[in-house]
Structure formats: C-alpha cells, structure tokens
C-alpha cells in the first residue's frame, strides 16, 4: 500500500500536455507511483471524464524534470492575503485545514469541486472549478471537509437489499427441502 507522507508535502504536477495520456513508461504518470510519492497528477488519463480545475505547483516533461507554475498558490490558501490556512490532514474522503482569519474570508482548496463535499464550518461552494469554503467569523477555524456521495449510500443500500434477499431465498430453500422430507 502507498505510504502517505505529512499534507504539507503534498502537490499536483501535470505535463502541460507534453506527455501524452495513458504514458506510463514515464514512471511520474503512472497515478499509482505518484501516490506513493505524495503527488497528485492533474492530467492523468481515466476513463471517467471529469474537469482538472486543480492548479498543479509544477509542470514536468518526460524526463519529470519540474518548472514551477507561477499561477500555483497553494494547496489551500485563503482570498485575503492578511489570513492563512493550511491543510493538516488529506485522505481521500477527508480533508482538514486550519484557517487563520482576521476577518470574514473565503478558503480555497486546490481540488476539484464536487457537490458531494460537505463541511461542518462555514458555507462550501464553487469557485473556478474549486472548493471554496466561506467563513464569516474571526478566528481560528479548524476545518474539516468529508466526501459523502449519495451514489455509495445507494449503492451500499441496494447491495446490502441484495445480501438480504439472498439470505431469505437460501432459508426458504432450507425450509422446503425440510419439508419435503417429512412425510
């Protein structure tokens, strides 16, 4: 399994298109060996289609020689330059930050916007393709953001529907086997 190194190591790269889709003989494109270096790969090839909003720090060639984006402003990072934020855990599911805020502001999380997100401060929103988290009160805010989409608790609700009714389907198979046997 890959090993998760601490949040702040964390970063997207992305070929600028100078590699192509599916090239995994250029060992930063395959998604499963970038996992187990702490990077996320924002033009990585899949078959579901979904918008790359994230704003990767670094673009690399083949050779993953790295040039950094000068449009990059962070993993996470708050609109007003006066405050700060920073993640202090990232899984897949899950995502906190602490926030430092002088005022009312927005946190901006470099990940793609899904409204399947939920968080239990502030008022989650999209901003250009991202997650936007506003805030209104002073402070310092821990964060916690979760991923909860309704398709797994469907998914989950029809499987265990299915386990459900095999269970009885083999039961009344015990039941009229029983049955058939005594006279």
């Known amino acids: 399994m890959p090993q998760a190194q601490p ?3 964390f970063f997207h790269i992305s070929s600028g298109g100078t590699v192509p889709k599916r090239e995994y003989r250029v060992t930063w494109m395959n998604p499963y060996l970038a996992l187990k270096r702490n990077r996320g790969i924002i033009d990585w090839y899949s078959p579901v289609r979904y918008g790359e909003r994230a704003v990767p720090r670094f673009f690399a060639d083949v050779n993953e020689v790295l040039t950094p984006n ?5 993993e996470v990072y708050p609109l007003n330059p006066v405050n700060t934020a920073g993640l202090t855990k990232l899984s897949p599911n899950v995502i906190e930050i602490e926030a430092v805020l002088s005022g009312p502001d927005t946190i901006v999380l470099n990940q793609n916007f899904h409204p399947a997100w939920r968080t239990d401060a502030g008022t ?15 402070g310092i805010h821990d964060i916690r953001l979760t991923f909860r989409p309704l398709s797994f608790y469907v998914g989950a609700a029809v499987s265990l529907a299915t386990l459900g009714g095999l269970v009885v389907a083999v039961r009344l198979q015990k039941l009229r086997r029983k049955r058939g046997r005594t006279p």
Do not use: N, Q, V
């Open 7 to 9: 949040p702040e190591e």
């Open 70 to 74: 000068e449009a990059y402003r962070g």
């Open 124 to 138: 989650i929103s999209e901003r250009e393709g991202l997650i936007a988290i506003t805030i209104t009160e002073p």
